[in-house]
DNA sequence: TTTTTAAGTGCAACAATGTTGCAATAAATA
DNA sequence: TATTTATTGCAACATTGTTGCACTTAAAAA
C-alpha cells in the first residue's frame, strides 16, 4: 500500500499517504464524508485534488448510485483513467447500507444484436453477508 | 404519454406536460442540460421539482454513470419510487457519447455465496448500433 | 548532501448545483 | 362556480466542485 504511490508515479506526500491509510482501514467502498471524519484536519481543495488524482491514476475507482453520494474503494487490479479492469459487483445492502466490491468469478456476458459491448458494470442491491442472516 | 401524469396521480400542469414532451422526442436518455436547452424558458428551481417528482412517481429513472453528468430517460414498465422493474442495460456508447436503455430479455442472474440480491442494474459502454459499422 | 527543478498545498475567490420558506397562482375537487 | 389542495416563482441560502497564484515541500540532479 505504501507504495502504492510510488508505483503510479505521484508524489508520495504525508496527505496521501494518510489519505489512502484511510482507505486501507475499510473494505468496503466509503464516501468522501467519512474520508473528512477521519481525517482530524484537512484542506478541502487539496482533499478533491487528491480523489481527483487518486481516481485518474487508478489508484480507487468511484462507485456511483443513483441519488447518492459518490463512493470510493481501492482498485485491487491493474487499473488506470481509460481502463479499470475489475471482475468485480457494486453491492449496496439496503440495511446496513454500505456498499461492496463484492469478487466474482464467473462474470456474466452479454450480447446485443449490433452493438459491441466493451464493458459492463454491474450494481446489485440486496442484503450482504452480515445482514443476510 | 399525455395522461401519464393523471395515472401516477400528479397534477398535470403545462410545465410538466412540457418536460414530457421533450422525454418523449428521445429514444435515449438525456441529461438536464438538453432538457434545459429544449425548453424555452424555465424556471430552475420548477425544473429540479419537477424532475425530483417524476423520479419518486416512477415516470422517469436515473442513470448515474461515474464522473458525468446524470442522465434521464422514461419508464418503460410499471415503475415507483422503490422499485424500478427493468429489463433493461444502460448502454454508453464511447464514440456518440448517447447512453440508451437497451432492453434485452436473457437478464442475467448473479448469485453470491451468503448475500442476498434483490436488484441487479448492469450499464455496458461500447459502440452502439449507430456506430458500430 | 546540497542545489535545482518539478510537483503539491493553501488561500481567496468564484462557479455550478441543489434546497427551503413563503406568498402568489393555478389545478383538482366538491 | 366556489373551495381546497397542489404547484410555481422569488429570494436567499447551502453544498459541491473549480481555478489562479504564491508558497512550500518532494523528487531529481549535481
Known amino acids: 500500500m505504501t507504495n502504492l504511490l510510488k508505483n503510479k508515479k505521484i ?3 504525508p496527505f496521501r ?3 489512502l491509510a484511510i482507505f486501507g482501514r475499510y473494505n468496503n467502498a466509503i464516501p468522501l464524508s467519512i474520508v473528512e471524519k477521519e481525517l ?3 484542506n478541502r481543495i487539496t482533499l478533491y485534488r487528491t480523489i ?3 481516481l485518474e491514476k487508478g489508484i480507487i475507482h468511484e462507485i456511483t448510485i443513483s441519488g447518492e453520494e459518490s463512493n470510493y474503494a481501492v482498485c485491487q487490479e491493474e487499473c ?3 481502463a479499470h ?3 468485480h459487483i457494486h453491492f449496496k445492502c439496503k440495511k446496513c447500507e454500505i456498499i461492496y466490491c463484492v469478487e466474482i468469478n464467473k462474470f456474466p456476458s452479454i450480447a446485443l ?3 459491441k459491448i466493451e464493458q459492463l458494470e454491474i450494481q446489485a442491491t440486496g442484503l450482504c453477508q452480515s445482514c443476510n442472516v
Chains 1, 2 share one sequence.
Open 80 to 82: 488506470n483513467t481509460d
Open 85 to 87: 479492469h475489475h471482475q
Open 40 to 42: 482530524k484536519e484537512y
Open 17 to 19: 499517504k494518510e489519505v
Open 11 to 13: 508524489s508520495e506526500t
Open 52 to 54: 481527483k488524482i487518486f
Open 113 to 115: 444484436p449490433n452493438y
